[in-house]
């Protein structure tokens, strides 16, 4: 199993390039499931969340090749039997997305209930309602979710209690296909709702609304293929931002769309690091204080601060000279990198959904656990600014949503390896 070292203390300089979204290129695959004509995707990431989609997808009967590191070609005019098997959904949620383009192309499904990240109970029961809406007829089975929609999927009326990221796109990509108009209430406003709305509505499909608290979708009898620009990931362009807020330096983000990012901007000022929006691509990020400041965060969804940037900007304040107080909302038990950045030295107490940070004027190295995505890559800001070397470990975590970390941190001066456990 892989590990990443890093001696801490150099400061970031240079440029950083930004890939597309990893949370929109997932369900943007899902997508290709709803055309019997090719979607051709660019700016994709390569990870491994993305290519265990490809995987499932191909079970399901999708061509799909990569003519290019950033683009990648679905084509699913063969489709096979509609049945997602637990082995090839269990490892990350957003593959229970197929559930409901298969319904709506093929009138029946059985897929495997997900797994995912460890942060919380993490239910479906606002995916399955929504189709149940929609006329599927569903029921659970021995851990999978059984389907059938033998007339097809009808437009329904839809207010979801809470705001779900994954059910507001489960919802789209099942309503597009339906008989009618579908209203979805109280839907998710992430950029990637309306990145996946842009692409679906160059297919064909009659969506307006994305963006804003209410989706309406005009349900088409088909959909065509297209070619659609993944959207970037502000989550990663959130997360280098932060490792500069940590190690100091001067830092352009690059590809990225800064004004999805707005709420950071403003906590990133609030805790002394210069953001300068350099045009509607780039941003760039100062900061020459030895220490930041402290500054509270609430965890909302969009246009709220990300909740898969919390652990990050929880390792940058771990070092302020002041003390924070961090707020979780989304997700329960989403503080398992608190213990570990104490194991750097930092001073943290959580009570339930809040976290206190008091700062320390000093980190210093210590062999770490990864536990989830985002908690991973907080625990590589820490020990970028602590003192001697830090070991992660679980590094599998990373490689699901930062492609190429190593190599972009090792190019703004960071020291930074990657070794096997054989080297
Ligand atoms: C997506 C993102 C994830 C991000 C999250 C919130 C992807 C692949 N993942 O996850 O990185 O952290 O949005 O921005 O896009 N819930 C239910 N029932 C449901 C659905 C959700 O109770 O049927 C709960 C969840 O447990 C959580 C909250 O709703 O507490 C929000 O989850 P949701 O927005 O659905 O997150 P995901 O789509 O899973």
Redesign the pocket.
């Known amino acids: 199993m892989d590990r990443i070292l890093i001696n801490g203390g150099p400061r970031l300089n240079g440029r950083v390039r930004i890939n597309g979204a ?2 929109s290129a ?2 943007l695959m899902a997508a290709a499931l709803l055309s019997d004509e090719p979607l051709i995707l660019t700016n994709m990431p390569d990870l491994a969340d993305t290519r265990f989609m490809a995987t499932l997808l191909e079970h399901l009967g999708v061509n799909i090749t990569r003519p290019s590191e950033t683009r990648m070609d679905l084509h699913a005019n063969g489709l096979a039997e509609p049945f997602a098997p637990y082995d090839l959904v269990r490892k ?3 593959t229970f997305n197929v559930l409901g383009p298969l319904l709506a192309r093929r009138g029946t499904a059985r897929v495997s209930l997900p797994g ?1 990240c460890a942060i ?9 309602k929504a189709l149940e809406a929609m006329g599927a007829q569903i029921e659970l089975d021995e851990g999978y979710a059984v389907a059938q929609a033998p007339k097809g999927l009808q437009g329904a009326q839809i207010s979801f209690p ?6 507001t ?1 489960h919802a789209m990509l099942a309503a597009v296909l339906a008989d009618g108009e579908t209203v979805l209430n109280n839907a ?1 406003r ?1 950029p ?1 709702i309306t990145d996946l709305a842009d692409c679906l509505n160059a297919m064909g499909a009659r969506i307006t609304g994305a963006g804003s608290a209410s989706i309406i979708i005009t349900g088409v009898s088909s959909l065509s293929g297209t070619t659609h620009r993944v959207v970037p990931d502000r ?1 990663e362009a959130g997360t280098y931002a932060l490792a500069v807020a940590a190690t100091g330096g001067d830092v352009i983000v690059e590809n990225c769309v800064p004004d999805h990012l707005d709420v950071l901007w403003d906590r990133m000022r609030a805790i002394g690091v210069q953001v300068e929006g350099q045009d509607d691509q780039s941003v760039r990020i100062t900061q020459n204080n030895e220490r930041c400041g402290a500054a509270d965060i609430e965890t909302q ?2 246009p709220g601060f ?3 940037l919390q652990a990050q900007f929880m390792a940058v304040v771990c070092r302020a000279d002041g003390a924070s107080i961090i707020r979780e909302t ?3 038990n989403r503080f398992m990198h608190a213990p570990e950045l104490s194991r750097l030295g930092a001073d943290i107490t959580v009570h339930g959904r809040e976290a206190v940070v008091r700062g320390v004027a000093q980190l210093h190295g210590a062999p770490v656990m990864a536990t989830d ?2 908690a991973s890559v907080s625990l590589v800001i820490a020990g970028l600014m602590a003192k001697g070397q830090t070991e992660v470990n679980r590094v599998y975590h990373l490689d699901r949503g930062f492609e190429g970390l190593e190599r972009k941190l090792s190019a703004l001066g960071a020291d930074i390896k990657r070794v096997s456990e054989a080297g």
């Open positions: 990893k949370n997932l369900k990350m949620r957003a995912g919380g109970a993490r239910p479906v029961d606002l995916h399955l809470f705001v779900s990221v994954g059910a796109e998710a992430e990637e989550i969804a969009y990300p909740t898969d989304i997700f329960e995505l985002r």
